[in-house]
């Protein structure tokens, strides 16, 4: 790959430039720092998306009895009242799309860690496909607030639980660790 691009302007240049023609600033890549920055990131993710699934992310408190829900109970719930189509989308886009992102997330860091990959176009789908679907990842956040603040019975109290604060650092992590990651680096090892 002789063409590097700039990262603050778009231009194009020389591989062997260190300096942007068009803005002056620096285009070399920063290959350690791109890892070590998304890696980072990615373990705090780890870290918050275990107590995303095992804490209740909904509370629901009805005459001083407090009940918890957790995003698997809540699944299992809903397959058995029969509501199959909600509980399959409620896993899909809560447990299983988040542990495939960060499993993504952690081979295309073997790849740059590894300097060997086998496509440039595969990890390239790999990452954008992370990119594309990030921000559909708090969703869930989204839900749990509506419910908050639609519901307002009084003998009936909804309140966010540690589940759905530990869901969204794991979001916003991840989405941090996919950002962190340049993938100017993918270009470069793949063309190697």
């Known amino acids: 790959m002789r063409w590097l691009r700039c990262p603050y302007c778009g231009a194009t240049n020389d ?3 260190r300096w942007c023609g068009r ?3 620096q285009i070399t890549l920063d290959i350690k720092g791109s890892l070590y920055k998304s890696l980072a990131y ?12 095992v804490y209740p992310i909904l509370q629901t408190s009805k005459f001083s009895n ?14 058995a009242e029969g509501d199959y189509p909600v509980a399959i989308i409620i896993f899909v886009a809560s447990v299983l799309i988040p542990l495939l992102k960060i499993l993504a997330l952690f081979y295309l860091l073997f790849t740059i860690w590894r ?4 496509s440039l176009k595969q990890e390239m789908w790999l990452y954008h496909l992370i990119e594309l679907t990030g921000p559909w990842s708090l969703i869930d956040v989204f839900v749990v ?8 019975f009084q003998s009936i109290a909804i309140i ?4 759905a604060s530990s869901f969204a650092l794991m979001v ?7 950002y962190a990651l340049d993938e100017r680096i993918l270009g470069e090892i793949c063309a190697r």
């Open 160 to 163: 966010p639980g540690i589940g």
């Open 115 to 118: 300097k060997r990959c086998k």
């Open 42 to 53: 990615l373990l705090a993710a780890v870290i918050f998306y275990i107590p995303a699934n």
């Open 23 to 25: 803005c002056g600033l």
């Open 15 to 17: 591989r062997e430039d």
């Open 145 to 152: 607030v509506l419910l908050v603040a639609l519901i307002h």
């Open 172 to 178: 916003f992590f991840t989405l941090m660790a996919s």
């Open 66 to 79: 407090v009940e918890g829900s957790t995003i698997i109970g809540g699944v299992l719930e809903l397959w």
